[in-house]
C-alpha cells in the first residue's frame, strides 16, 4: 500500500482485535471492541488529525459504524469508510457458530432480522440511517468490496449483506472472506477499489496541511476483525 500513489501519502495506524470465530474464550464483542477503539484513538491523539479514512474487514466494519455513531466529533472528520465484506445483514456462519462456540462477538452477527434476533444490527441499521438523514453534511460515505470465493462451500459474507450500506460501485475481489484482506500485488483489486474512492472523497495534502500544520497528511485507521 506505501507504494501506491495516494495510498502512499497517509499516516497508517493499524489497531487489530481478536475475533476468531475459533476462539470463544479470548473473543469481544461489538460493544468491547468500541470501548476499545475509542480509548485508543483518544490515547494515542489520533483524534488530533483533520481527516480520518477508516478501512475495516468483516467483523471490524460494524465496530466502526458503531463508534462513529457514539462519536460525531470523529464522524465530523471522516469523508468515508471502505469496508471488506462486512456482515450488515449478519453472517450465517456466526449463525452456525452461536450454538457451537459460544462466542460473545458472534452474538452481534446473527442472521435473523425478520425474527428480531439481531437487535445489534437492527438498532446499528435504524441509527445510520437517521444520522444520514440529520447530519448529512457530516455524513461519511460509505464504499465497500465483497468476497466472491467460498469457504467449505458456502460464502462467510455474501455480497447482500457485505454491500447493504454502501454507495458507488461494489468492488469484487476474486478471494475468499480471510485471503480478501491479503493482496499479493499493487494492482491487486483489494488496493486499487480503496485508492480510487480515496482519491475522490479526500482533499488535497496541502489544503490539509493549511488546516493542520502539525499533521500534514490524513490518518488511514486499518482494522482487522
Known sequence: MKHDKILGGFDVFVLGFKSDFFNSASSLSV?????HLANVVSHEG????????FVYHSMGG???LQYLLDYPAIRAKVPMLYLYSTPLEGSRLAELARYILKNPGLRDLI???ERNENRFLDDLDRRWALEKE???EIHPHVYCAYETEKIAG????DKTSATRLCQGTRTPIT??????IRPTRGDDDAI????AYVKVRTTSKADLTAQNPSHPNTLEVKGDG
Open 192 to 195: 486499487t477499489g480503496l485508492s
Open 31 to 35: 460493544t468491547e471492541v468500541v470501548a
Open 154 to 157: 458456502r460464502y462467510v459474507v
Open 111 to 113: 442472521v435473523g432480522r
Open 62 to 64: 460494524l465496530v466502526v
Open 175 to 180: 478471494r475468499n472472506h480471510i485471503q480478501m
Open 46 to 53: 489520533l483524534d488530533d488529525y483533520p481527516v480520518i479514512i
Open 134 to 136: 440529520r447530519q448529512p
